[in-house]
């Protein structure tokens, strides 16, 4: 169980500083069109947001995955 603590923990450390890093490449690049979607799941009720319409169909895939994922896994 420590390990997969340890784990959690290293994955957490290495997304933050790839967005640092992106952050600080973005903002020295210049003329770059960046685009994003997010999905926050609250159980199984899912919030997109974004700002591409041709994400949309990801999102929603990802949204049918990961119900399904809860469903599964979901312990009564």
Partial sequence: MKELVLLGVILVFVGVIAILIGTILGISAEN????SMGIIMIGPLPIM???KRLLLPLAITAIILMACFYLFFWKH
């Fill in 32 to 35: 770059i069109k960046t685009e």
């Fill in 49 to 51: 947001f974004g700002s």
